[in-house]
């Protein structure tokens, strides 16, 4: 799998980058790097630390344009994840995220293929500055994960971008393909976003109509505030959350097959398996300073399920070091019920983020 993830890394480079296609469009490269390392503390006795690479936060991508006439133009993307830590591994270091084209022009644009899904992008990850580090909101308390959360894409679908017309914008997504064992046909998800000078208001949905998803259980909505100046933000958002998140993560393990020394796994302390509804409510505070950024948010999942709720509260500091370069330091406290391994977590986290 690795070979072929090369293989297809190299054959897209060589592409978009052949002196005949730069020629004929409008090419942008651009990408993100992330290293960050984190101590975790149980509350247990048991405690680890690790270094936060992951490819959630490391892409490269090259978007694309191509004029064809008065105020209409083709367009594209391709952007892969990459994950440090994993290329010495059996698992796959690259991950295709975005992959579409289509077209562009006074009524919208109209796009075809694996696209970063408008549940997730409306008033979605890109209110959280800690998006895509250990010290985010996702999964956290704050903000849903899964393929029809925050941390989905839409594959094959086609999707529709509306013209801002007096504050609104619509974005729309539909799976059109209808193969009986991976095919999306009738799932969709949707974003309505209205700005109005420092003022954001968002609603989104998403649903699952696949044949194995219970009646009544198949979508998600959220809704949110969003008042932001040059001086900094705050916003609330609300979820409801019907499309379980499931995640099958395997236990780290020493040579003798048994969990790490710290006497607990990580996969149990950091990420959720939830085979129950859940509602998500997020408060976050961001301050600008001359020199750095302060961070507030309280986060609430409030589960269907009794002893599986759980508020989380950070706080991060960062510093821009350059136009490209941030270096950030933060701290979370996860809140957790009896349902959990773990009745709280404390997390201590620090890295760097460099845009281009």
Known sequence: MRSYSLTLAGLCCVALLSVEAVEAADFRVYGRLHAGYAQLDSGQGGSTSLVNDERSNSRLGVNVQHPLGDNIGGLGRIELGFDPTNWDNDEDPINMREAWVGIQGNIGRLTLGRIGSAYKTTGGTGWDPMNATLLQQRRTGGASGGPFGHNSYVDRAVEYLSPTFAGLQLRVQLGLDKRNDEGNDGNYTVGLSYQEGPWELIAAWARD??????????????????????????????????????????????????????????????????????????????????????????????????????????ASWTWPLSDALNWYIGYQHQDRDSGYQTGRLNLVASGFNLTF
């Open 209 to 314: 109509d696949s044949d194995d998803t219970p009646s009544g259980e198949s979508r998600n909505w959220k809704t949110g505030i969003r008042y932001a100046t040059s001086e900094g933000a705050l916003f609330y958002r609300y979820e409801d959350v019907k499309i379980r998140d499931r995640l099958d993560l395997a236990a780290p393990a020493g040579d003798d097959g048994l969990p790490d020394a710290a006497g607990y796994d990580i996969a149990d302390l950091t990420a959720f398996d939830l085979g129950f509804n859940t509602r998500h409510h997020l408060v976050g505070l961001q301050q600008n300073y001359a020199s750095s950024i302060l961070w507030l948010a309280i986060g609430h999942m409030n589960a269907s399920e009794d002893d599986f709720d759980v508020t989380s509260y950070t």
